[in-house]
Each structure stands twice: as C-alpha cells, then as structure tokens.
C-alpha cells in the first residue's frame, strides 16, 4: 500500500461542464497499488470522454492478468482504489457517494437521500460512544438509587396507604423486585399511573434504570430522554427494616393523623372510581371522550364527591351517558357530537340535584369494574366504600378521628379486638370486660390492650356475670 494517488480522471471535462453549467459523470478516484498496471487499469476503467460517455467498454479492458470476466476485474478495481461520483452529494455533509462500477453513477446532479458511508460510519461510531456514555450514566444513577434508603416513619399518611395497597397490588414485587405502571393496575379503578407518581414524587419508589428494557432510556444532548411505560421502579428500603414486612408493618400501625392528605387522597381515590364507571359506560355505546373532555368530567366528579358517594355518582353517569347515547341517534348528531355533550349534561344534571328537581340513586358497581387495593384500603381503615357520601368522608376525618394521638393509636388494636370477638362471636363479652377496665381507670386504648392480653381466658363467661356487668353497664 502506498500514499493515495489523486486522479481525477476527467477534470478538463468537469472544468468544460462547470463553464457550461452542466455536471455530467464526473469521477474523483484514489489509487492504492504500487502496480503500474493497476493504475493504468483504473484510469482507462474510468475514464470519460467529452460527451461524458465512458471512453472504453469494460469487456475491452479484458483480459487483465489472470482476471478474465468483468465481475473479478471491477472486484479488483475496488481492492486497488476507490470511486467517488461527483453528481451525487451526501444529503448531510455535502461529500461526494462512493461509487464502485459504472452503474453507480449518475448523469445528473443530485442529492442523496440517504447519508454517505463516511457519514454512516462516523454516525455509528457516534452512536456507539452515545451508547457507551448512556450506560454509565444509568449504571451511576441506578448505583446511587440502590444506596437510598428512607425513615417509614416519615412517610405521609397519604402515601403510606397506596404504599400498603400497592403491596397487596402486586404482591411480592414490592418488596422483591421491579415493576412498572402497568404491573399497578390492580390498585385504583382507573388512572393508577397517578398514584404510582406520588410515591415517586416522594421518593419512595425510585427508577431501577438497568431493569428496563433496551431502548427505555435515550440519550439528548446531555438529558436522558425515556419511555415512561417501560420505566421500571422498586421501592426504597426502610433505613433500619430494610424492604421488608416489618418495615411496612410500621405504616399498618401508625397513626394516622394527617386528615386533609387523607380526604384529598380519598378524593382522588373516589374520582377515579366514578372516572373508572364513565370509561365503561362510553366504551359500551362508543363514545370516546377527549382529554378535554375527561379532565372536565373529572373536575366535576371531584366537586361531587364532596357531598355526594361514588355510587351515587355512577347513577348520574348511567343516566347522562344513555342520554348522549340516544342524542347520537339522531339525524344531525352523531357519537363524536353527543359524547361532547357529557360534562354538560353531567353539569346541568348536579344543578338540578342540588335544587332538588333531580335525584342520584345508590348504583352497583358494574362487574368489571374492581375496587382496586386502594379502595380496600379506605375500606379496612376507615370503613369508607362507594356508598359512603362525601360529607360523611369529610365528617369521618374531620370528627370521628380528631388530630389527637389516642385515637390514631385505637384504630388498629380496636380493629383487631373486634374482628377476633365477631369470629367468636363474644362480641357482648368482650364489650363488657373492656367497660370493666375504663371503670378501673385504665385509658381506652390501655383497656383495649389488657382485653387483648385477656383474651384467651375470657371465653364465655357465666351468665351471672354478663348481667351484673350490664347492670353496671345501665348505672353509667
Ligand atoms: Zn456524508
């Protein structure tokens, strides 16, 4: 191999072709052989004559050497050398496209649609170092991500009631590996991709970047770009309890306290209930309701739900929607227009029930349409379902559970002392021997405790005793 020899085998006809305003089969050729006879060869291969017609016919030039057809010589030739066309110009660097027989050129000037092969080459090698940068920079995040680590004890309420409904959602993965949007579903009645951003807006489900499939995450400039729905997450680990049922035990038996992160969470959790039924509805009759549209409806559910419950809602929404169904029925309308009717009718429909020309009724919820572990949750805690009106919620965080620490610390002993008396059904007993404790001084939540401890001796007790407890019970 020697220094490239520069040809250009038809400059005075390029020159002629420019004064004329005319680019025709003009050849840039590099010459790599030390062999005389190889450069003659490529010369004469490519070689034009004024009209810009090939000078010889490729046979003539055979036979070369041992080379005795025309597909080993031009196979030759591209060893030995190589070809640009000067017509065809790389559609990004401008470069002139590499030719390699004579087919490949061109007669007239044009740009290429696609890049040269310097172009392609540099263009991968680029994508490879992109690639490479990538990967360190996810390795470094998901590296610092892992070392995260959090106090369950400062978590929110709110936060802490999707975390416990999200364990029961996709159980064991919370607290054995990763997950993704989709996995959750299981967890709200609709849009629970909006409960899974609370978690991670507090930094209690973080992003496991090398748990996601290829081509999650890109690179731009020196942002990383990614597909949200192949994002996958894991949850961050209690500082002493690690991931661990223990550690999420510390959230089962907390105190819940935070009332308006409760209610609103409630609130969310109920929008997306009454949203969940109104998707079904409009898939029945075809409606699709537009983002607009959808974010309307749910305001409207929302300022709803602060007196009304999510069943009474469902009725509205069965009755606007088979109204707008049978609007689309008619000659002018059709399903696009009527399902633009919704928020209004919903609108006007609220109004008159709050004039009292319209009634919502208690509507069962439709069979494919699930509760979601967020809504067991509400239910477990609070004893809150679709049927509970929106004033009872807010009376319920308002009242039943005032901010002080006591009662947070009843609920779940109570919850337990209760459920375990119903399955043996002492319930009376067990009542009558908590009053017992009150009467001796104990607090509630100490006589609860000691009735727990008690438990097994209590059984049923003489018949004498239950009465003379109600007696007692009838002097208070
Ligand atoms: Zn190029």
Known sequence: MTMPYFVDVSSSLHEKILNEGRRENVINVEIYSDDPDDHVLVDRYWAMNEDGKFKENVADLLPYKEIKNI???????????????RNQTCSHCEGFHQVFVRADIRRTLQKLKTRCVDCRNLEEENQRAEKLRLRERLEKLTEENLATDHDYSEISDDAALILLALHQAINPRLLSGTFMYRDCINLTPSDSDFFIDKLRNSQILLSHYLAAKEGTYSMNGDEIWHYPAQACFFLVPDSKLGRSENALSILENRDYT???????????????????????????????LEEEESKQMKSIFRTALE????????????????????????????????????????????????????????????????EGTLGQVFWDYFSIDATTTGSEVFRIFDVVIPSSDEVGLLILPSKELMAKARADGIEAEVLICLAGFIRQGLSVVDAIREVLQQYSQLGLPQESEINEEREDLGDD
């Not at 597909?71 to 066309?85: E, G, N, R």
């Not at 969310?268 to 075809?286: E, F, G, N, T």
């Open 258 to 288: 935070d009332h308006l992160a409760l209610r609103n969470l409630w609130l969310d959790y109920a929008v997306a209930d009454c949203h969940r039924y109104l998707l079904d509805q409009c898939i029945d009759y075809d409606f699709q």
């Open 71 to 85: 597909h080993q010589l031009t196979q030759h030739i591209s060893q030995v050398s190589q070809a640009w066309d």
């Open 307 to 370: 007196i009304h419950s999510v069943s009474e809602l469902w009725s509205m929404v069965w009755k606007i929607v088979k109204d707008a169904a049978s609007l689309s029925q008619r000659t002018y309308s059709n399903s696009r227009k009527a399902s633009a009717t919704i928020p209004g009718k919903a609108q006007r429909f609220l109004e008159k029930v709050s004039k009292g020309e319209n009634t919502l009724k208690q509507w069962a919820r439709r069979e494919q349409h699930p």
